[in-house]
Nanobody, 125 residues
Framework: QVQLVESGGGSVQAGGSLRLSCLAS????????MGWFRQAPGKEREGVAA???????TYADSVKGRFTISLDNAKNTVYLQMNSLKPEDTAKYYC???????????????????WGQGILVTVSS
C-alpha cells in the first residue's frame, strides 16, 4: 500500500508562489502516474496536473502557464510549482498516484488508487 504525504501548502497573496511536494512511501516498480487534484469548499474535486513516469504531463486549462508538475524519481517525490496564484486557486490540494501510465480520463479521480490526506492552499486578494 503506497502512502502519499503532501507538504508545502499555506497562505499567500494573489500573484505569489507556492511549491507543493508529495512523497511516496515506496519506490515504483514500473511505470506510474502521479497527479494533483484540488477541491474548494462546495465544489467537486478537480484535476490540476498529472505526470507519467516517462515525464509526459497534462494540465487543466485553468492552470496552464502558471503551474508546473515535476518528478524526482530518486526521492520518490512529485512537485507542483504554483506561480501567479489567484484567489480562485484556494482549495485543498490532494496528491494522487497509480501504477501504470495514464493519458485518457486523467481527471477521473477513480483512475487513481492512492491518495494523500490533502493540504490547504489559501490565496488572498
Amino acid at each position: 500500500q503506497v502512502q502519499l504525504v503532501e507538504s508545502g501548502g499555506g497562505s499567500v497573496q494573489a500573484g505569489g508562489s507556492l511549491r507543493l511536494s508529495c512523497l511516496a512511501s515506496e519506490k515504483w516498480e514500473s511505470t506510474y502516474c502521479m497527479g494533483w487534484f484540488r477541491q474548494a469548499p462546495g465544489k467537486e474535486r478537480e484535476g490540476v496536473a498529472a505526470i507519467n513516469s516517462d515525464g509526459s504531463t497534462t494540465y487543466a486549462d485553468s492552470v496552464k502557464g502558471r503551474f508546473t508538475i515535476s518528478l524526482d524519481n530518486a526521492k520518490n517525490t512529485v512537485y507542483l510549482q504554483m506561480n501567479s496564484l489567484k484567489p480562485e486557486d484556494t482549495a485543498k490540494y490532494y496528491c494522487a498516484a497509480r501504477a501504470g501510465r495514464l493519458w485518457l480520463d486523467v481527471w477521473n479521480p477513480n483512475m487513481f488508487a492512492y491518495w494523500g490526506q490533502g493540504i490547504l492552499v489559501t490565496v488572498s486578494s
